[in-house]
């Protein structure tokens, strides 16, 4: 599954990178572009996404066993598909992507991730990265048997 | 005796990673690999991966720990076919005579460069260098000499991103050159014949031009004594416009992991025969000698053959027989990782003489296999594929490999970018 994703600076309106912040998640990869980088690892992980035409960041997936959302950073399509997160009227969102990480492995996204939002009891929301079983190619490179639902591809 | 026409080598810097930068700006300027081998080793590498120490051919669980900031990118030959045709179009512009080497590699006639660029050679091979990169998107290398060894050494000894013209050297000159390089950088030269031109202290290319040519010849055979030719400015391997016709076709490769399911290996099987009958449509060739060979993780593998009473590229018929390969193969339990499946006798359909009996392949429970009862199905799936894209039809036989169909990229592999001159 996917544990942290790069955006390249292009991306990002420049407008929006004062506003959250962003400049503290500046990453240079060699003589790159500049990036942002978002990993689960964080102390407050967050991701960036754009929905109905808005771009935000929200903390990703849920740590906190008392808000009745699912502790996990990521939803299993199955699981959406079978209805299990009807209740939380779970919306599908874009998540922004150059590229992404998975067990050490960054690999090159093409557009981007898909996810979906939910709002805790606090009205708080949420971001899932939504997850299919991984593909022969997938589960190689990552040794991981699960992979992110990407847009436009599957890796 | 030196040729009037200076031979050009193009070669492309980092040609995949290239390809998939001209596409994707945001992999410019950082480690990147390409992943092949159903994503398990690096095929290809960025500059900046290879100065991080992470070499062709490793895993990518290797790659991943010396350089953790590299990204990697699932290969796509059907991208880096569409770049290295445009490079053949631009460079087809420019010279009258040009050999489709490698899919990033292409000798040509430089002769025309001056008049059409201006200036001498070398700046003109500048601007044939900067006219590519803004045609194409990649960046190339590019050596001129009198023959393609020359050139190839000129390209080779200017990458990245450079240009030597090498038959603007005085004598001094390229006699430092040849000094420079040692005997192994050469073109033909093996890691064997490196040993043995060394153990007869021939260690760079001036001491090899030095060296006597009938104990070259001796040494190395006649491809040995063309080299010192070549090297002595002696162009005697031509440009070739057009790839000599193949003794064997052959299509096959990694299973993507070890499988012991007999479905999933008949399944391989029929895919396979599937490319090698659309490679042998392709150059328009019938085959008589069918060979399988299978490598197994715990044995010696396995290795067989079966010539027929008349040259074809029946689907079915072929289907039967490889089929019956691997049965006799005794497979059945045993893991198999690779198989190749390799077509010989080769002859052209427009020479085949047709014989008025049914070409008949009796298979291993007796059951005759003829080829004319099959192949109007055949001949229908060829014309469809044709028109809709490749395998968009496929037998299905090969269903019992959904990951493989499931992922187009697997469709398309180095060997189906055809007209090249070596793999």
Known sequence: MCQGIALSQCE???????????????????????????????????????????????????????????????????????????????????????????????????????????TDCERKQHVYVLTQPATHYYEVMTRNNREPVMVGETI | MKTASPIGHLDSDCFYVSAERVRFPCLRGIPVGVLGNQGACVIAKSYELKAAGVKTGVPIWEARK??????????????????????????????????????????????????VFGGSMREAALQLQQRMLQE????????????????????????????????????????????????????????????????????????????????????????????????????????????????????????????????????????????????????????????????????????????????????????AVFREMLDRSDSRDKAISHMHLIAEKLSYRSEIQRTLFETTYSTHDGRPITESSIDQLATLKQQINQKVGRFAIRSGETLHLPEIYADETNDYDICDVQGKMCF
């Open chain 1, 12 to 118: 990002i309106p420049e407008s929006l990178i004062e506003r959250y912040e962003l400049s503290e998640r500046i990453i240079r990869r060699g003589e790159g572009d500049i990036e942002f980088r978002f990993l689960l690892a964080e102390r407050l992980p967050v991701l960036p996404l754009w929905h109905e035409g808005q771009f935000l960041i929200l903390s990703w997936g849920n740590r906190d066993r008392h808000n009745k959302l699912p502790v996990s950073a990521w939803c299993s399509q199955e699981s959406l598909e079978a209805g299990a997160w009807h209740h939380l009227r779970p919306r599908e969102v874009f998540i922004p992507a150059s590229f992404a990480w998975d067990r050490g492995v960054w690999y090159q996204v093409r557009e981007g991730l898909k996810g979906v939002v939910v």
């Open chain 2, 66 to 115: 010396i350089c953790p900031e590299a990204v990697f990118v699932k290969r796509d030959f059907r991208w880096y076919e569409v770049l290295s045709r445009k490079m053949l179009d631009v460079l087809a512009d420019v010279s009258p005579l040009v050999e489709y080497y490698s899919i990033d590699e292409m000798f040509f006639d430089a002769s025309e460069l001056p008049r």
């Open chain 2, 136 to 319: 194409v998107g990649v960046p190339v290398s590019i050596g001129i000499g009198e023959s393609k060894t020359m050139a190839k050494l000129g390209s080779d000894t200017s990458k990245p991103f450079g240009v030597h013209a090498l038959h603007e050297l005085t004598d001094k000159q390229r006699f430092d050159y040849l000094r420079s390089i040692p005997v192994g950088e050469l073109c033909g030269v093996g890691k064997r014949s490196q040993v043995k031109l060394e153990q007869h202290r021939i260690f760079n290319c001036l001491d090899f031009i030095r060296a006597d040519r009938k104990f070259i010849q001796k040494l190395l055979t006649i491809k040995g004594e063309a080299l010192w030719y070549e090297l002595q400015g002696e162009s005697i391997n031509k440009i070739a416009t057009s790839r000599p016709p193949h003794k064997a076709i052959s299509r096959g490769g990694s299973l993507g992991g070890k499988t012991a399911i007999a479905k999933q290996q008949h399944a391989w099987v029929v895919r396979n025969v599937e490319r090698l009958i659309e490679a042998m449509d392709f150059h328009g060739v019938f085959a008589r000698k069918f060979s399988l060979s299978l490598e197994r993780p715990n044995d010696y593998g396995w290795g067989g053959h079966v010539v027929l009473s008349e040259p074809t590229n029946s689907f079915k018929l072929l289907c």
